[in-house]
């Protein structure tokens, strides 16, 4: 007959083992990254917004926490999307910056995040989504812009 302290040592070792189960669930179920990522609707947010009021450096940090959340990844479309972000901040830290060229990096980026967001989990598939109709509404803002930047 197993003693008290046999015992409790055991439901120690259940429950250490339990917890690893646990975690490794979140970890291939993608629950600990989703944890991890910057905040999806902020940044939907800032995206219905006026493109001419927001400014570079802020701007600049948004794409590298995403850089930064994306590192590591080994799928393709999600190197495509980091590529692109990389992209876009070069355009906004250039001098003269061509608004229908950053346009144009939004609209890839808003496919890529769709079609990102067309693999994904239940949970993360709707604001990926989202996020991709704002990219597109406001790559047609930067556009609107440039052009009567042009004028």
Do not use: Y
């Not at 901040?89 to 079609?115: H, M, P, R, W, Y």
Request: a negative charge.
């Amino acid at each position: 007959m197993a003693t008290q302290k046999e015992k409790k040592s055991q439901k120690e070792t259940d429950s250490s083992e339990l917890e690893k189960e646990q975690s490794s669930a979140k970890k291939s179920s993608g629950e600990s990254e989703i944890d991890n990522a910057p905040d999806v609707e902020s940044l939907t947010e800032t995206l219905h917004g006026d493109p001419t009021e927001i400014e570079s450096d802020e701007a600049i940090n948004s794409i590298d926490e995403w850089v930064d959340f994306l590192k590591g990844h080994k799928q393709d479309n999600i190197k495509e999307l980091s590529a692109s972000l990389k992209d876009l901040k070069k355009l906004l830290k250039g001098k003269k910056s061509d608004g229908s060229e950053i346009a144009q990096v939004l609209a890839t980026l808003a496919e890529q995040t769709n079609a990102i967001g067309d693999e994904a989990a239940r949970g993360v598939k709707g604001p990926l989504h989202t996020l991709g109709k704002a990219l597109v509404t406001f790559s047609h803002k930067v556009e609107r812009a440039a052009a009567k930047d042009e004028e």
